[in-house]
């Protein structure tokens, strides 16, 4: 780029920054009412959300498509309704397709809330509600910073740009992006996707979800040497799980901001009285696979250590079945000069270097990026996701930093849009 380019960029910028400082007021006042919906996944009846967003949208200008997911599709994958958002603007012949995608369902809120968590409260320069950073604050993030480049009406831009807004990643995004990927209503060339601090991640987890059942014998209590108990069965089974759990620490990762994989058991029940030997007991677990790992072999490795420990038990068999496989997200041809990009435009925003990280939780940006889409994850919040309080009791985003995000993402636009 000419010393006369870089110029023309520079003064580009700041008009739109003008554009979202003027228009910042409004987007906070959108992001209380996006908070202030419940959306809660479960139950996962997201589609009032989905509705009321696709209004605000339409008061700013915007023509919004509204792809309803079959009820049984939703209900396969744990939920209740689904509607997804699409917002198309195309600026010019050629250039590429640039999708941006954020989340509409949240997770429950649960106790220790310091006020409501659906008030949309600001407090200190903070916004706080369930969702208020995952993911509702870049719903309002990429559709103004859209809206600044909408509002140059600069002839020079090519391609198009795309609003993705979905309902849920917390279940998995099966219905969600992966929906929308596989029945072919959109193919961008890039996609950024929403995140919950102002680092650019560009690598994160996969998870994999097992449930185990142990199926015994019951039998009266006063007799248990006629039944095989199950319950008993799933002590040697738990203690074999974390003995395993314990060697994945001498499995280093060498993404940034990833440590190692994990394994939790989340969830036991089991039995059928106080006074009767439990013929059943289910086992939920956890497994975090680090993005050099080869999920399928993860879960090989893990039924061989669940058959391992309970080969000789009498009269016990496991049932293993497959809840989430969710793979990790890593770069794609091409993904690394978008990296590059969103970086530099995020360190030149925000006057101190922005640099990639991995993180050890997973979302739906995996599923772009498992379609072949150079996929970035970037959006308002504020340095970690611990202290945006996400998923935990008074979740909150900066606004400063929202504002910071919707310049970022503005900028990254223009550049993809005037290459």
Request: charge should be negative; aromatic fraction near 6%.
């Amino acid at each position: 780029m000419n010393t006369q380019d870089k110029t023309s960029a520079k003064a580009t910028k700041a008009t739109m920054s003008a554009f979202i400082d003027a228009h910042f007021d409004e987007q906070v006042g959108v992001l209380a009412r996006l908070v202030q919906c419940p959306s809660d996944n479960p139950p996962g009846d997201c589609t009032p959300h989905a509705l009321l967003a696709a209004g605000l949208l339409a008061d700013m200008g915007f023509v919004v498509e509204r792809h309803e997911v079959p009820a049984e599709l939703a209900r396969r994958h744990g939920m209740t309704s689904v509607t997804n958002l699409i917002v198309r603007e195309r600026f010019g012949d050629g250039g590429p397709v640039v999708a941006m995608n954020a989340h509409g369902d949240v997770v429950p809120p649960g106790e220790g809330w310091s006020g409501s968590p659906y008030s949309g409260e600001i407090r200190d320069g903070w916004m706080y509600g369930r969702g208020a950073a995952v993911s509702k604050s870049d719903f309002t993030t990429y559709a103004y910073a859209l809206r600044a480049l909408k509002a140059l009406a600069a002839p020079q831009l090519r391609g198009s740009v795309e609003l993705h807004f979905t309902y849920d990643e917390e279940t998995g995004g099966m219905t969600g992006p992966h929906w929308i990927l596989s029945q072919q209503l959109s193919r961008p060339d890039f996609v950024l996707s929403a995140a919950f601090s102002h680092h650019v991640v560009s690598a994160h987890n996969g998870c994999l979800h097992l449930e185990v059942t142990l199926r015994g014998l019951s039998a009266h209590a006063a007799r248990p040497d006629t039944g095989h108990d199950a319950i008993e069965a799933a002590v040697p089974l738990l203690t074999a799980l974390y003995r395993y759990r314990d060697t994945l620490a001498s499995r280093p990762s060498s993404t940034p901001g990833i440590s190692h994989p994990t394994m939790v058991v989340g969830l036991i029940k089991g039995g059928i009285n106080t006074n009767v030997v439990p013929d059943a007991v289910t086992l939920r677990l956890d497994r975090r696979i680090v993005p050099e790992e080869n999920p399928e072999q993860v879960e090989a490795e893990l039924h061989g250590v669940i058959a391992d420990a309970v080969r000789g038990l009498p009269g016990i068999r496991a049932e293993v079945t497959q809840i989430l496989l969710a793979r990790p997200f890593k770069p794609v041809a091409g993904a690394a000069a978008f990296t590059e990009l969103v970086c530099r435009e995020a360190s030149a925003v925000m006057g101190k270097a922005v640099t990639t990280i991995g993180v050890p939780l997973y979302t739906d940006a995996r599923l772009y990026s498992e379609a072949g889409i150079p996929t970035v994850m970037y959006g308002a919040g504020p340095a970690t996701l611990l202290e945006a309080n996400g998923h935990r009791a008074d979740e909150r985003v900066p606004l400063a930093e929202l504002k910071q995000a919707t310049q970022v993402v503005a900028n990254v636009l223009l550049e993809l849009l005037t290459r």
